[in-house]
């Protein structure tokens, strides 16, 4: 099953001030800006194996590293850059973002200060697919690395909160988890009436219908948790934070894994352990409690861990960044102070793990 990993990572000056890439997106074809300024995302290609990812992703990163550091720039690890005003993490011109600030409403503010990471899985059996990344959502917390916005120290896991409950509460379809589903026509009859539903929102605020319809399709309209990509194709798995290249690919390799199995095996909802050799998936109902915990408590919550160890994660071997977070207030200085060790972690993580063909 061909993995390939997307991972954003915010970028500051030596002072841990935001600044744009600028030349650091002419590093590689496989670096592109993202829809705010002071972010790149890097992007692998679909890789065979573990080894092959893991060896090209650290390459990459490493590479961009580099090149940052001649330019008297750094990439910080972290889901929310802890303590930053709408001037300091300013949107791209770029007529998609202008609509859906429109369309979804002031919300739609907290989503500029997300970094996440996307692994994509090379369509299989994708019903299977769906559903067994569904169920995994959870696993966030185990690469939780932040817990604060806007200084604040709002929950556990900021990322999943502030993109989910907050920007997308009024329009869940579109950024929300979907429940479990039963074919491939389900999630696309699913997707089908987001995409309407956004539509209508638009149209009620006065959104020019030639603009929208210029600018999404179905496909490109939800920014789910869970999504098919139209692209390889793939089923994209989009829950976690960013993190340290270590964690992000701990993280892939034990979901590829799941995955693997899930897909070989097939899959069953709310099973007990002996279901004719399928996978058993929790309710739906199960995964939501269990997302909530994880947003408001992390890797604290014993359900949490209980719920990751049970689907085949090993949550003791995972150090989440946010938990070198103060619980305190963060001053802007003090937040600066963090985005670099952020970043002089994730050098030293690269410096102590290399790429291993």
């Not at 059996?125 to 916005?149: E, G, I, M, R």
């Not at 869940?172 to 479990?180: K, T, V």
């Not at 947003?295 to 919550?301: A, F, N, Q, V």
């Amino acid at each position: 099953m061909k993995t390939s990993l997307e991972v954003e990572y915010w970028v500051i000056d030596n002072d841990g001030d935001l600044v744009p890439p600028e030349s650091l997106l002419d590093v590689s074809e496989q670096i592109d800006p993202e829809f705010v300024e002071p972010m790149l995302e890097i992007k692998t290609t679909p890789c065979q194996s573990m080894a092959e990812l893991r060896a090209e992703f650290r390459s990459l990163i490493g590479t961009t590293v580099d090149a940052a550091r001649e330019q008297d720039k750094r990439l910080v690890p972290l889901s929310t850059p802890l303590h930053a005003g709408p001037e300091e993490v300013p949107y791209r011109d770029k007529q998609g973002t202008d609509l859906q600030r429109r369309i979804v409403g002031p919300a739609f503010e907290d989503a500029r200060v997300c970094a996440g990471t996307h692994i994509h899985f090379e369509q299989s059996n994708v019903v299977d697919q769906l559903n067994t990344l569904t169920a995994l959502d959870p696993a966030f917390a185990l690469v939780n690395s932040s817990s604060h916005y806007r200084g604040e120290r709002l929950l556990e896991c900021a990322r999943p909160f502030l993109y989910r409950r907050s920007c997308y509460e009024a329009c869940p379809e579109q950024g929300q988890l979907w429940p479990y589903v039963d074919s491939v026509e389900e999630w696309e009859a699913n997707l089908e009436d987001a995409y309407d539903c956004f539509r209508e929102r638009a149209l009620e605020r006065d959104v020019d219908p030639a603009d929208f319809d210029d600018e999404f399709d179905p496909y490109d309209a939800v920014w789910t948790p869970v999504r098919l990509r139209k692209a390889m194709p793939t089923v994209e798995w989009r829950s976690p934070d960013t993190a340290l290249p270590s964690q992000i690919l701990h993280l892939a390799e034990e979901v590829r894994s799941i995955v693997t199995y899930a897909d070989a095996r097939g899959t069953t909802v709310g099973g007990g352990p002996d279901v004719g050799g399928e996978v058993p998936l929790p309710k739906f109902e199960t995964v939501q409690e269990i997302t909530d915990a994880a947003i408001y408590d992390g890797l604290s919550d014993s359900s949490v861990r209980a719920y990751l160890q049970q689907l085949g994660f090993a949550p003791s071997t995972y150090d989440p960044l946010a938990k070198r977070l103060p619980d305190s207030r963060l001053t802007k200085r003090r937040a600066k102070r963090l985005r670099l060790e952020a970043a002089r972690r994730l050098e030293a993580d690269l410096a102590t793990q290399p790429a291993r063909a």
